[in-house]
């Protein structure tokens, strides 16, 4: 019954700008953990950003330090990746996943432990 809906991707040019959002659905938008991943071609898949209702704790790959931005907006059940300054090597398919458990933390999650994935949004960056 979980569901997470991926839009806001496309086609920009380096050091433009994209939103990404991840529509939830099929659970109280109270407890959860929601983290934003990529997968490029050829490459496995890499955690972006996590974000924690419990905690309040976020968390970035070292790569997007300082230009992307992970916020929440419960009222519309809506998980956000503002990403700025974009480079090519951004390229990817996004992904958001989530768990969805009392207390549970972006701490300490890995990627098996997220078991409801989007369908993905392509985000394309030309040099």
């Known amino acids: 019954e979980v569901q997470l809906v991926e839009s806001g991707g496309g086609l920009v040019q380096a050091g433009g700008s994209l939103r990404l959002s991840c529509a939830a659905s099929?659970?109280?938008?109270?407890?959860?953990?929601i983290g934003w991943f990529r997968q490029a071609p050829g490459k496995e898949r890499e955690g972006v950003s996590c974000?924690?209702?419990?905690?309040?704790?976020?968390s970035y790959v070292d790569s997007v330090k300082g230009r992307f931005t992970i916020s929440s907006d419960n009222a519309k059940n809506t998980v956000y990746l503002h990403m700025n300054s974009l480079k090519p090597e951004d390229t990817a398919v996004y992904y958001c996943?989530?768990?969805?458990?009392?207390?549970?933390?972006?701490?300490?999650?890995?990627?098996?432990?997220?078991?409801?994935w989007g369908q993905g949004t392509q985000v394309t960056v030309s040099s």
């Open positions: 099929g659970f109280t938008f109270d407890d959860y953990a």
């Open positions: 974000i924690s209702s419990s905690d309040g704790y976020i």
């Open positions: 996943a989530a768990r969805v458990m009392k207390g549970v933390s972006c701490r300490g999650s890995v990627q098996g432990d997220f078991g409801s």
